[in-house]
């Protein structure tokens, strides 16, 4: 329960935490040797596996039994043969493995992006986008890494560099890079949970309509091939047999298409209720409206994939429809709105409910506006 307690942790989910194992025995293995440097960093490699083991991390337990491989084989290496016999070679044996290691972890780039985009549900952007920071740092730690490597090779073309004091600076000044490595991502990762707080989040749904998860609205919206599903509620206003419908000034609101009045995200721990109520008030200045569900249906777009909660309000001649700061409505009859159907005017949701509106709410409001007007 301790350990779930401490992996649960938010800076647990900093990249950095991936990395965290070659990092160590890159640097404890100039001021304290390799066989402690060794044993510490498989103490954390099988923390951080822990970690990943709770947190559901599945991706970085494949990166973090790769480096857990390779240093029990150097560890192996060290106790039953005399091939690191000077600290020159076991400097250099633990930059081979730590090269080793993430050439193994990028060429499991694509292995790993391919079983989130197949597996991952509820967390997957998420994880996309820490393992995303996590490639994007290792690149610099290979750089940094591969530097002693070359000077190995470059002491077997000439055996009297292997006493030169060039090692040991380049380990000095590798040391100092790690530190700033760490120290940028540890202030960048700062930065973007700041700005997380003051996010707007989206409840991440399955199939059914069951919350499984959260993420940030601007993460969500980042181009990927992983789409989330989150639940968007949409409200036709239903007047006379006709259609109130809202168009964005200049694409402000991201749609440049003709559609219903509210189309609102569900935030997370919103009831579908709230939300329309929150959208109405916002935009038209509404209150105490009372919407009629309507159905549900599955719809995608660029980013993310929307599970839909359709509603419609009717009878709203009492309702004060004020136009939105953000764009202008206007009441579309039927027969325009069959005129403009597949000409691009329309949103993709809309088109896909019109048909069901049309056959059903809108069929009946007209029915009772006729008979209204011929009983009056």
């Not at 935490?17 to 025995?25: H, T």
């Not at 947190?55 to 494949?62: G, T, V």
């Not at 569900?266 to 200045?285: D, F, L, P």
């Not at 209150?287 to 709203?316: A, R, T």
């Amino acid at each position: 329960m301790i350990i779930k307690k401490f992996t649960e942790h938010e800076f647990m989910f900093n990249p950095l935490v991936g990395l965290a194992p070659l990092l160590v025995v890159s640097i404890c293995e100039i001021y304290v040797g390799l066989m402690v440097s060794l044993y510490v960093g498989v103490f954390i490699s099988i923390l951080v596996l822990l970690q990943n083991y709770f947190s559901k991390a599945i991706s970085y337990q494949a990166i973090i039994l790769v480096n857990l491989f390779f240093l029990l084989f150097l560890l192996f290496i060290k106790n039953t043969t005399g091939l690191l016999s000077n600290s020159f070679y076991e400097s250099l044996a633990v930059q081979v493995c730590v090269v080793v290691c993430l050439v193994v972890s990028f060429l499991l780039k694509p292995v790993l992006f391919k079983f989130f985009y197949k597996h991952y549900t509820g967390y997957g952007k998420h994880m996309e986008c820490n393992l995303r920071e996590f490639y994007f740092i290792s690149k610099f730690l290979l750089i940094i890494s591969i530097i002693p490597v070359l000077l190995f090779l470059l002491s077997f073309i000439a055996p009297s560099f292997e006493n030169t004091y060039a090692l040991p600076i380049v380990n000095q000044l590798k040391v100092i890079f790690i530190f700033i490595l760490v120290a940028y991502e540890l202030f960048r990762v700062n930065r973007v949970c700041n700005l997380l707080k003051e996010e707007e989040f989206w409840p991440i749904v399955n199939n059914t309509g069951l919350v499984i998860g959260k993420i940030a609205a601007s993460v969500s919206l980042t181009p990927s091939k992983f789409k989330e599903l989150h639940p968007v509620v949409r409200v036709h206003f239903i007047d006379k047999g006709s259609v109130y419908l809202f168009h964005g000034k200049d694409g402000s609101t991201g749609n440049d298409n003709w559609d219903c009045l509210i189309n609102e995200h569900v935030w997370y721990g919103e009831t579908m209720e709230q939300a329309i109520v929150r959208a109405a008030s916002i935009r038209y200045g509404l209150k105490n409206i009372k919407p009629h569900f309507l159905l549900k249906h599955i719809v995608e777009e660029s980013f993310e994939k929307q599970y839909i909660l359709l509603y419609y309000i009717s009878n709203i001649e009492n309702i004060q429809l004020q136009n939105s700061s953000e764009g202008q409505l206007k009441s579309w009859p039927m027969w325009q709105i069959d005129e403009n159907l597949q000409m691009g005017v329309f949103s993709k949701a809309f088109e896909v409910e019109y048909d069901y509106i049309k056959n059903t709410v809108l069929l009946a409001e007209r029915f009772l506006h006729e008979e209204s007007s011929m009983v009056d």
